[in-house]
């Protein structure tokens, strides 16, 4: 059997001394933001927020500069990454372009689409959302049947995306559909392609509503939809290669262990004026499950770093944390004697709730654990 290692990530100086810089930023910046927004952080789209991570230069940090970024190192993004989260910044208008169309591009991407996008991606000025996942498939991208057929100079797509976050309040989306075969051949035959939700027609947006009564999710209907040549992102037919290699950067960041994060924070706040046993017990294991998880998504960030790809060791990473942010909600129902209400003036109780209603989906994006599993198997050798 195959074993994974994560390797030992090296203190770094310079990031060290960043971390100190964006939380003074950010104590400033979020000064007003309520406990209940913070819990929000992945879905608080704010572009002015974003611009201003921009203007720091706190995006597109490990770009070429000649592509708008910072040539910093992969650590200093993370501590950028990390402290928005913790922080419950909303971080929405620039999250999926930073954190993986910007480096799908600069990976895959021809020199225009390069010159054209990812400077925008750095000033916190251009959104992106993911067009992978259908209706009926769930996380079996493979079995995509969204369909570009070749045109005159370029292509026609035809199909629907489903769960597309974002994607009524972006201005681009890198698609993943079919450009050969039939969904019998599963992996073969697939591509990915540059889409301006801005100019493209014969694109429908429409709403879904979750759980929360939020606005988030979409469905994107292609109806016919013309595309240029210039859109294909990299190499027809190797979209499945490309896309795996995305998913790496997805699934592996502090976002997959710090979406509770708020509730954590409130949770200790409501016990720490009188802990019992069973409540330090408690907050002594998730902050031990919060520090195990850290040291391993930051080995990943080692393996990026190094142009490695990393994906059985993200997919552990996702799975681990999606059932830390999971499990939270039980655990402070436990401790603390209070149901959730969105309504409450409670912090902690308007938090749960919010905690509560979102946390079924902690573990369906980015992949559910059926698929992460699968693709740990495959890591080690087991299938």
């Known amino acids: 059997m195959t074993t994974l290692h994560f390797p030992s990530p090296a203190r770094h100086e310079a990031a060290e001394a960043l971390r100190e810089e964006v939380r003074a930023f950010l104590a ?13 952080s992945w879905n608080g789209f704010d572009r002015d927020f974003s611009r201003k991570l921009g203007q720091r230069g706190w995006l597109g940090m490990t770009w070429p500069k000649q592509y708008g970024g910072h040539e910093r190192s992969a650590f200093e993004r993370y501590v950028v990454v990390e402290e928005t989260l913790a922080a419950g910044a909303p971080v929405a208008a620039h999250w999926i372009a930073d954190r993986q169309s910007g480096p799908s591009l600069l990976k ?12 925008g991606i750095a000033a916190g ?27 005159d100079g370029g292509w026609r797509v035809t199909g629907t995306k489903l769960w597309t976050t974002g994607a009524h309040d972006a201005d681009y989306m890198i698609l993943f559909c079919r450009t050969s075969g039939t969904p019998a051949d599963r992996q073969a035959g697939t591509s990915q392609l540059l889409v301006d939700l801005r100019t493209t027609e014969g694109i429908t947006i429409r709403p879904i509503i979750d759980l929360a009564g939020q606005h988030h999710f979409n469905e994107v209907h292609f109806e016919d ?42 949770l200790v706040g409501v016990l720490q004026d009188a802990p019992g046993e069973a409540a330090q017990l408690a907050l002594g294991r998730l902050t031990a499950h919060l520090i195990t998880l850290r040291r391993l998504s930051r080995g990943v960030a080692v393996m990026l770093e190094a142009g490695e790809n990393p994906g059985a060791h993200a997919a552990i990473v996702k799975d681990l944390g999606a059932t830390f942010e999971q499990e939270l909600p039980d655990i402070a129902r436990s401790l603390v004697d209070a149901e959730p209400d969105a309504a409450s003036t409670s912090d902690f109780v308007a938090v749960l709730a919010h905690i509560t209603m979102n946390s079924p989906s902690f573990s369906l994006r980015g992949g559910t654990r059926e698929i992460l599993r699968g693709i740990i198997a495959r890591g080690l050798g087991l299938r």
Request: aromatic fraction near 6%; glycine fraction near 8%; charged fraction near 25%.
């Open 125 to 151: 000025e251009t959104v992106f959302c993911i067009g992978m996942s259908e209706p009926d498939s769930g996380s079996d991208l493979a079995a995509t049947r969204t369909r570009a057929v070749p045109a």
């Open 108 to 119: 895959y991407g021809t020199e225009e689409q390069k010159q054209t996008i990812l400077p």
């Open 28 to 40: 400033d910046e979020l000064a007003t933001r309520t406990p209940l927004a913070r819990a929000d």
């Open 225 to 266: 939809a013309f595309l240029p040549a210039t859109a294909l992102i990299g190499t027809e037919g190797a979209g499945w290669e490309q896309v795996m290699s995305e998913l790496a950067f997805e699934r592996s960041g502090p976002e997959r262990f710090l979406s509770s994060m708020q509730l954590l924070i409130e």
